[in-house]
Structures are given as structure tokens and as C-alpha cells.
């Protein structure tokens, strides 16, 4: 399916903002949020794994239903997984694209990454709280 | 012990009326936080000592090496990059500030990714805002546009809107009217009298059809702009012109949207056509506890608000060439120095591959998603909890945050102060 990433705060995103290495964390800003129609076209469960791809790459996240959102549009709080798609041209203004990255999702079995196996993938070392 | 009128260091509301119980060196109650607030005085998970990246493994070191390492770093690079700044306070910003003077580097701060676009706005056509304060006791409609305050600034309405009873304004709920637009339901437009739905992209044109209707052009307005309805546009447009004091909050739903920093001129511009019937004004919604303050500090400094570049020995400001996302993607900068913010999490991936490639030294309490990506990192106190000292609220009043007990760790304040004496040596003043 293709759809248009939209991201933004969330309370739990900024309650565990100081622990991104937590696994409460990682389930939420691992979250997918989207239409329930687009669920059921997928026949994605709330839970199931999805790959979420953009021109930048791809990346494991979890599918949740939400009811704010019309069809093709998903919604994940601001981090490191939704920054894994965005495109870093800023048209002159410093400003990615933040809210409006062009994705298609596929259900998948694969595992969601954590945050410090998304910055090794990116050349990091990892280290261990 | 009990400690009254702490200062909340998370959000930009800044609230200043927490009741904060400490023992043995630890927040152990929070009284009249939000659940932001709560997680941040009552968290304990702080980095312990200095570490280094040693191949593909961590070293911890001491906090001189520490020091001395990172001055290094910064004076073997050609064009460091000085990024971060708004989650700590004032003195410490004005301390980086000078640092890359010195050094002719650039230094940014989170406006960058969040209200950048709403100071180049305000750049070009001012901006017409007042303190929270005359929000609370005299506005009786409210505006947010872009904006969900229930999950990212989570006591701004009671503090200040929805609920707040004011001087004028005294069964608030009842008497003040509340317009959100957004492109998806929040909470926050869940408990709006009027929820404005704009499709993706629309902001620009919603914000047109606005100004033209209330300057009267009704007539020019088609059945449909953006999604909404012309008639729920007469209906929040006629909401605005009777207000006696109308406010309008915006957030990253307009900055980050397309049209940028053009939709923020929009509506300051809408903001003075309203002037012309009553008593009209706009603040945008700043996240960090002092992203404001890097603003502020930085601006007195330099004369600019942020994306400041000093590798022509004077200062420079151009958005979109020396802001950090820009410099990161083009793999400009040999040399990082985060302070106080995660690029890591919230730069677009091809940024944070740039952060891996090259020396990055971060200055943070806590672990983060930078931590996996630096070469150095060096913890230190976290203002409004062991260290204080000055911050800027989303709307400009400066507010002195506190220390609520004398804890081990020193503050960014110290760690930048040694570092810039020993940059200082080599470089000479
Ligand atoms: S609204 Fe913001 S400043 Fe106020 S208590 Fe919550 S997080 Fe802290």
C-alpha cells in the first residue's frame, strides 16, 4: 500500500524521551498508526510487523489502528524510525520534510530493530547502558 | 524535603508552580506536573561517567581527558559543527555561543527542526505576539492551528486557555471559544468547539481564504477550499472578527508542512487583518524548556537566531545553507559537538549517517540515540534538577530555573567553560 507519513509528539514519545533505549520506547516510537480499512486491506492485526519504505530506505515497525486518520495516511511520533525515511532536502529552508514522506507498507515477518541497531546500521558502536 | 515554585525543564510552558519532595539526592514526589514532568524529575537513568568509543567498544575516561579530547576534536577540525543548545540554560548557551567564534564554526539549535521556519517568518513581517498572561485573563477565542498541546505541551490549556479562569475572563471553560485546525484528530481537537480539518498540504490556502473573508471578500471564496467547508470558514472567521482578544497557538503542523515558513507569514498576516476588527495575536508553540532561550541568546550575541556560521570570522545566518541539516547532508562539517538535544533521533537518516563518519562529542545527562553514534560523550547535570540557571518560556518571559539539590555531576555550564579555556589557549583570544 502507499501511503503519505505524517509525524509528530506524542505524550508517550515525550515521556520516554530520556530512555530511547527502553523497550517502552522503542514500542512507541516503532508505531505505526493507521486507517483501519487500510489494516483490513493488508490484513494486518494490531501488533503485526510491517516494512514501511521510502526513497531512503526501509524499516520493521508495528501497525496500530487510529481513529484520526483517513486512508493513505499514516502517523508515526518523531524518532529515530520515522527519521530512518525522511528525506533530508530541505528546499532551502533548513526544514526536512517531516510531515509529508511518500511510503508503501507491507505486511512482514522480520523483527522491528532497536534504536541502537538502527544507529549501528547507520555506523555507529552501540553501547550498553 | 519540600520544595515549592520549582520550574518544570521539559516543555516550553515552562510551569513554574511545581511542588518537588527531594531525599538523599533524589525527586522522590511531583506534585501538579504533567506526565511529562513527572517522568522527567522522577527519572534516574543518567549516563555515569565520560565514555569514549574505543573500535567497537565504550572506555569510560575521566572528565579532564574528557575535556581536553574534546577541544582537540574541535581545534583539528576545519568546519565543526556546534548543534543542539536548547536543553540547557542560558549562561551555558552563551558559552557555546563564544565557542564558535573562536572557532569559526557554525552553531545551531533545535529551531532548526521545529520553529525555524516560523522565525523566518516573523523576520519578514514581525510578529505580533504578547505574553501568556494576557492570553490567560483576556482571551476569549483560541486558536491552534497545527498544534496537539495535550500531548506536547500538556498543561498549556489549564495553565493558560481551555480551562485556565482568568481576569477577565472567569468561567473559562464556558466563555472562551476553542477553533483547532489539523490534518488528523488529536486529542486536542477532540475538545475544540470548532475542529477544522484541512487536507494534507492545505494550511496555505485555509489561511488565504481566511484573510480574504475577513476582509470582506466572502463572495470570492468557492464551496470547498482545502477539504473545509465555506461555510465552517465564514463560521470560525465570524468566531475571530467578534472576539474581544483572540489568540492563535501554531506548531510544527504549520513549520513542517509544505509551504514552510510561507504558511507562518500566512497566518501573522491573517493575525493583522484581524487587528483591523479587534485585538488579535500569534505565538508559535516551542517544544524544548529553552529552545527559546537559544533564540534569545544566541541573537543578542550574534544578531541571529540560530544557524549561525562563523567561518568568515563574522557571523552569517542563511537558512537552508548553514542550518544542520543542510551542512550534515552535504557531509560539510568534520567535527560535531552536541549539546543537550539527539540528532541521532530526530535528524532525517542520511544527517545522522554524517554524525557516525565523523568525531562527534556529545554533552548530555542521558543516553540516547546520539550516544550509539558519537565518539565521545560527557554527562553532566540536568538543569532544573542539580543545576539552574536561566531560561526563556515559549513566550519570551525569562524564568530562573532552579537546583534542587547539590549533586555530583558538573554542569554543561562548567564542561563548556573548560573546554573553551583550553580552545582559548591554543587559538589565543
Ligand atoms: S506542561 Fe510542560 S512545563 Fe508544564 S509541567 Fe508539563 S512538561 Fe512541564
Redesign the interface.
Known sequence: MRG?L??????RQ???V????SPAYREE?ASLHMNQVDMLDLELEEGSHVRVRSD??AVVMVARPA????RG?V?VC???YA??????????????????TPVTIEPTTEQVPT??E???R???????? | MKIEDVVCT??GCLCDDLVVEVENNRVISVENGC??AN??FM?D?RLKSP?R?EG???KALSYDDAIRETAEILLDADRPLLYGWSGTHGEAQSVGVHLAELLGAVIDNTS??CH??SI?AIQEVGHPGCTLGQVKNRADVIVYWGA?P???H?RHMSRYTTYADGFFVKEAFKERKVIVVD????ES?AVADEFVKVE??GDYAILSALRAIVRGKRDLIPKQVAGVTREQLFRVADICINAKFGAIFFG??L????G??KNIRNAIELTEELNRHTKFTISPMR?HWNVYGSNEVFTWITGYPY?VDFARGIAFYN???T????I??RGECDACLVVAS?P??????????H???IPTVQID?????T????TL?IPVAVTGIDAEGTAYRMDGVPIRTRKLFDGTYPSDFDILGKIYEQVKEVKGS
Open positions: 503519505i505524517n509525524t509528530g509528539r506524542t505524550i515525550g515521556s520516554y530520556e530512555r530511547k533505549n516510537a531512503q530506505g481513529d484520526g486518520l483517513a495516511e502517523f518523531l524518532g529515530p527519521n530512518f525515511l525522511v528525506n533530508p532536502e530541505t528546499h532551502g529552508t533548513g526544514m526536512p520534510d517531516f510531515k509529508t534504536v541502537r538502527i544507529m549501528e547507520y555506523g555507529g558502536v552501540g553501547y550498553e547502558d | 521539559f516543555c506526565t511529562l517522568e522527567k527519572g537513568h565514555i568509543r567497537n567498544g565504550w532548526t527542526v525555524g521556519p523566518m496537539n495535550i500531548d506536547a500538556p490534518v488528523r484528530k488529536t481537537s494534507r498540504g510544527l503542523g513549520t513542517m508542512s509544505p514552510k515558513y517544544g544557524a537558512p537552508g545553507e542550518t544542520s541539516v543542510d550534515l547532508k539527539d541521532g533521533a530526530h535528524f532525517p537518516r542520511a544527517c545522522a549517517e554524525l557516525a563518519r545527562p542521558h543516553v540516547n540515540a550516544t550509539h553514534l558519537a560523550q
